[in-house]
């Protein structure tokens, strides 16, 4: 009789064990169902970038003094620069860069260590090809602005952040700033 009663107590609290599960399971399917959908119709719905994302490199020849700095700040030595030196001016002339998009982990440091700022990142990401030759650029191709994603009427643009939750955008209620907590300091 009490083997029957402790066998009947462990099937109630394996029973009460599994509908905690269950309900875990439910609450968390509860949650998702006030997201957005995250599934994106990628030729006709574009993601627009963030302000600091690092896309494809944008070059202006003008500005361009051919010093190399791109090519020894980066990891890999990337674009190719070819100059000729005009010994009457003592000055560098560059003929042709390019940078092969193939190789590049676009890490951004050539943009960042530009004393003349002909490097530019853009918001372009879309670099795929049947080919991997395709993706080496010359300075006319680098030259290249691609069409914004917010100003090509063809697709529609979706906000790369949409999927946060409003915490995360917009900073919790009872988080602090600095002034803040400057005042609160003063007062004691």
Known sequence: MFSM????????????????YIGRGFMVTLDHMNRLPMTIQYPYEKLIPSERFRGRIHFEFDKCIACEVCVRVRPINLPVVDWELKKNMKKKRLKSYSIDFGVCIFCGNCVEYCPTNCLSMTEEYESSTYDRHELNYDQIALGRLPISVIKDSTIQAIPSLN??????????????????????????
């Open 5 to 20: 009663v402790n066998g009947l107590r462990d099937h109630s609290q394996q029973a009460i064990q599994a509908a905690r």
């Open 163 to 188: 999927y946060l939750s409003k915490g995360v955008m917009e900073g919790h209620s009872d988080s602090r700033d600095v002034t803040n907590s400057h005042t609160e300091f003063v007062r004691l």
